[in-house]
């Protein structure tokens, strides 16, 4: 029953899971990623050289760089918050999350060059996509 039951669930969230089995490969074939760990029902993965600094997509989490302190696991929690958004929205999440936190990050790199770090991060944590994930994944307050 569990495996019908996961099967289901990887069918519901399909296009991001097709969307992370690709970002893998990509990654597989350059060569980027450091590290691997599971953490809960998904895999974390680390990698090198990217413009993202984190994705959920699915069963798959991407963080830029390694596990080398506290303040990457936020990320991971984080990052995992967003999971649960795709586990909940399924074939959904990608237009009512993913497109939304995209153009946020985008507008935040883009148009908030000369905002400091603290303003920015505020900023950006505060959407609706953020937020929730954070409450989510369970991010202690930063």
Not at 55 to 67: C, E, T
Not at 108 to 135: L, N, T, V
Request: aromatic share 22%; with cysteine; charged share 20%.
């Amino acid at each position: 029953m569990e495996i019908f039951k996961k099967s289901i669930l990887w069918i519901w969230q399909l296009p991001q899971n097709i969307l992370g089995i690709c970002f893998f490969g990509i990654l597989k074939i350059s060569k980027a990623i450091n590290e691997s760990y599971p953490y809960k029902d998904t895999k974390v993965y680390y990698y090198n050289n990217s413009f993202l600094s984190g994705v959920s997509l699915g069963n798959y989490i991407f963080i830029r760089g390694k596990l080398t302190n506290f303040s990457k696991h936020y990320t991971v929690l984080h990052e995992y918050g967003h999971h649960i958004q795709s586990m909940r929205w399924g074939i959904f999440y990608l237009f009512i999350i993913g497109i939304p936190s995209v153009i946020n990050n985008l507008w935040d790199r883009f148009f908030h060059k000369k905002w400091s770090y603290s303003d920015r991060y505020i900023w950006y944590y505060s959407r609706y996509p953020e937020k929730q994930a954070d409450i989510l994944g369970n991010v202690p307050k930063r």
